[in-house]
């Protein structure tokens, strides 16, 4: 793991101090061009081994399931997937350690701890535990598309929207590489607005940060679902938000809750 790195607390309690550690999912996109310029040899071909066997991605998850922590139908599912299909060939020796790497267009994979962890949040709420699925989920924020082809072998149907085109149409390239049981419909647009024609979503999950969390998410939640999204807190910073949308005696309501700092890219408006 790089110094620029960092772990979140192993108690996932929501940290205060001023030297808290935050969940670090797009790290500095410098820090990770510097990190991944050091690792590349200069004849091109990178460090480390074994790449298509599985085998390191099998270390992997072996080592996050160690930390005893994360859903392990989420730790089956990124077994699976094959990361190094989402990044750039010569990054794909990084692609099983616990780090985000760069993926163009100022943008950065997310850390497969953040994805286990996020993914398990989703898996903990109440419909996904009812059915075993995170049935049909909307992902704002597709990237190279890697945290899609998870949700595809967690749930149903898998919506995701990304505004930036050329990172719409290389995770259009990339899953399409990718043997999935079922393909993730990937649209091109402004996801604060949601997808309204794929919905209602029985779980949301945004890998971009924004100052609320958008009206439109809110009412594409199905009734029993879940949204998860990184959100600015009032004195805090950006701390993952868990929103449920409860339905008791015909009322529906919905139930916030916040956890642990984070730091992800910013929910943008528009589609570039
Ligand atoms: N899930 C991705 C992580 C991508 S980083 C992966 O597995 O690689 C977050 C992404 O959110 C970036 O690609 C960024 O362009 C996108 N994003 C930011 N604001 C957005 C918005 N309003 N609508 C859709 N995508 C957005």
Redesign the pocket.
Known sequence: MSSGAKRFPASLKAATSPQRELLMP?RHLHQATVDAARLARPNGKTTGTGLDSGAVRQRMVARLRAEGKFDERVLAAMAAAPRHE?VDSALAAQAYEDTALP?G?G????KPSV?AHMLGLLMAGAGARRHGSLGRVL??????????AVLALLARQVTS????QG?HDKAKLNLQRVALPRAPRLVW????VGHAASGPFDSIVA??GGEDIPHAWMEQLAPGGRLVAPTAAAGRGQVLVVLDHVVEGGVGRWVRSEHEAVL??????GVV
């Open positions: 797009q989402f993926i267009h943008q950065t994979i997310s994805v992902e704002i924020g597709t990237g190279c598309g890697y945290q899609a929207i990304e505004r930036l990172l647009g402004d996801g604060r890998a971009a992800f890219v910013p929910l943008k408006s």
